[in-house]
């Protein structure tokens, strides 16, 4: 699969699996669990996680996933902003390296702007760096102002902000996309299919009939036609998590791409950055 060179020159891999609202009911576990290990026979080579999601619970879920794999996928997981103290950071980490019972996240983001300040935090990342316990670290949510003010503290090593952007959502190509493609930082889109939203747009429906896509391969294949973007779509079910894959396959044709455009039009101006 094609990877993103982050600011450091490791790689990150352009399509992985979300996990929100994964690990908050037991009722779901078992579905929730197979749709991870069967997105991971089928070849993703990425999951995106938080210590927020489901408590902790997405991250238990996530280490039974990967129990007994030869081979591990990139993983990525985000401290709370409340605990993103220097210490705190560190604290959180373990928890979280222990939950999903590995000896590194390859990349550990703030989940947003708030709590600690964020050089405390940057502080933190950096140890942790230093001792292997992640590989490379980010920041989520963060807006234009939020990335100039973290490019100050950060010495060059912010891998990746991750917002959300979509078909639907474009605000972040106005000014944030471009102001990171110019410094080589990926940016991860979250909620690709605008959490099922997008999916159900009679203009959506229309493009994948044409190409003899699925509406959500098509809004997938649209991002990742994005230099500089990778992305993360949330399934629950192991067919829904087959299907996503496939937007792999979907080649965008440049009148495709430009009837996209005047479907889901571009931002004429500034937008402040939307978050979930
Ligand atoms: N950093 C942040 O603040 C932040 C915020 C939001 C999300 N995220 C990350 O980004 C990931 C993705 O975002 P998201 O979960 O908000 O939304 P999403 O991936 O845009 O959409 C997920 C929703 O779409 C449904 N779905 C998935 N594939 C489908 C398909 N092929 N056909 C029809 N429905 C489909 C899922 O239902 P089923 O599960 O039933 O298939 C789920 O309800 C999250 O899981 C999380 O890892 C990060």
């Not at 994964?22 to 991870?36: C, F, H, I, Q, V």
């Not at 102002?145 to 605000?171: F, H």
Request: aromatic share 6%; hydrophobic share 40%; with cysteine.
């Amino acid at each position: 699969m094609r990877s993103c060179k982050m600011p450091s020159g490791a790689m990150m891999p352009v399509l992985g699996l979300g996990t929100w609202r994964m690990g908050e009911s037991p009722r779901r576990r078992a579905e929730e669990l197979d749709a991870l290990k069967h997105g991971l026979d089928l070849g993703y080579p990425m999951i995106d996680t938080a210590e927020m999601y489901g408590d902790g619970g997405a991250e238990e879920i996530v280490g039974e996933a990967l129990a007994g794999r030869a081979v591990r996928p990139f993983i990525v997981s985000k401290v709370y902003p409340h605990n993103a103290s220097r210490a705190g950071t560190i604290a959180a980490c373990e928890r979280s390296l222990k939950r999903m019972r590995i000896d590194r996240i390859d990349l550990y983001l703030l989940h947003w702007r708030g709590g600690a300040r964020i050089e405390e935090t940057f502080e933190a990342f950096r140890r942790l760096r230093t001792a292997g316990k992640i590989g490379d670290f980010g920041v989520s949510n963060f807006d234009l102002g939020d990335m100039e003010d973290a490019a100050r503290l950060d010495q060059g090593l912010n891998a990746s902000n991750q917002v959300l952007y979509c078909l639907s959502r474009r605000g972040p190509e106005y000014d944030l996309l471009p102001w990171m493609r110019e410094r080589s930082i990926p940016l991860m889109a979250y909620s690709p299919l605008d959490q099922g939203g997008l999916l159900r747009t009679a203009a959506l429906k229309k493009f994948a009939d044409e190409i003899g896509c699925t509406p959500a391969q098509l809004a997938i294949a649209w991002l990742l036609a994005q230099p500089g973007v990778v992305t993360i779509p949330k399934s629950s079910s192991r067919d829904r998590v087959k299907e996503n894959l496939g937007a792999l396959e979907v080649t965008l044709s440049p009148q495709i791409l430009a009837g996209l455009d005047r479907a889901f039009p571009p931002p004429r101006g500034k937008q402040p950055l939307e978050m979930l």
